[in-house]
T-cell receptor, first 116, second 114 residues
Framework: EPEVTQTPSHQVTQMGQEVILRCVPI?????FYWYRQILGQKVEFLVS????????KSEIFDDQFSVERPDGSNFTLKIRSTKLEDSAMYFC??????????????FGPGTRLTVL | AQSVTQLDSQVPVFEEAPVELRCNYS??????LFWYVQYPNQGLQLLLK??????LVKGINGFEAEFNKSQTSFHLRKPSVHISDTAEYFC????????????FGKGTRLSVIA
């Protein structure tokens, strides 16, 4: 069964460093998402991406964040200069682009980012 | 804007007992409703969803949920839980207009005790 994969499973970095989180969405999906979950808090939407551009983003997704689809399979989230408060579990998701009003989002296992 | 409230952060229950995990939402537009489950060290898995039609929806692993529009609730139930149901459960809503973001509650940790 096709699934969304994410690498690495755990990333430790120093404050101020750049990190890139990687996701491989399901191959025929066209919509991609990043969510994050700070420990003990709710899962929050960061950004959605379609047709090589940002479709929607939340207030959390400021200039420190960027997303890219560098090739036909990967979808990345870059944090330019990490802060302590960026420590969280980051989830990637993907969905098909079909007609109608609902397309299920399939989630990856997450990357735990720890900023020291 | 939409918001989701899960009042219970932790629910301990004995094996084979029934369980109800509560979820309330608010929204100024029509929404679809979901329950996701997260097992340890795994991603979010869709348990069930309400899009339209019958207000009682059945999902995987014997779970069901009932949509109550007047009470803006979507509580999750299972008549008899197993040890393997121990996990984090998230209620979520989505605007019913295309590929829009999910809005999650804070989650409820269900612990099934032998």
């Amino acid at each position: 069964e096709p699934e969304v994969t994410q690498t690495p499973s755990h990333q430790v970095t120093q404050m101020g460093q750049e990190v890139i989180l990687r996701c491989v969405p399901i191959s025929n999906h066209l919509y991609f998402y990043w969510y994050r979950q700070i420990l003990g808090q709710k899962v929050e939407f960061l950004v959605s991406f379609y047709n090589n551009e940002i479709s929607e983003k939340s207030e959390i997704f400021d200039d420190q964040f960027s997303v890219e689809r560098p090739d036909g399979s990967n979808f990345t989230l870059k944090i330019r200069s990490t802060k302590l408060e960026d420590s969280a579990m980051y989830f990637c998701a993907s969905s098909e682009r079909r007609g109608g009003s609902y397309n299920e989002q399939f989630f990856g296992p997450g990357t735990r980012l720890t900023v020291l | 804007a939409q918001s989701v409230t899960q009042l219970d952060s932790q629910v301990p229950v004995f094996e084979e007992a029934p369980v109800e995990l509560r979820c309330n939402y608010s929204s100024s537009v029509s929404v679809y409703l979901f329950w996701y489950v997260q097992y340890p060290n795994q991603g979010l898995q869709l348990l069930l969803k309400y899009l339209s039609g019958s207000t009682l929806v059945k999902g995987i692993n014997g779970f069901e949920a009932e949509f109550n529009k007047s009470q803006t609730s979507f509580h999750l139930r299972k008549p008899s839980v197993h040890i393997s149901d121990t996990a984090e459960y998230f209620c979520a809503v989505i605007r019913n207009s295309g590929n829009t973001p999910l809005v999650f509650g804070k989650g409820t940790r269900l612990s099934v005790i032998a």
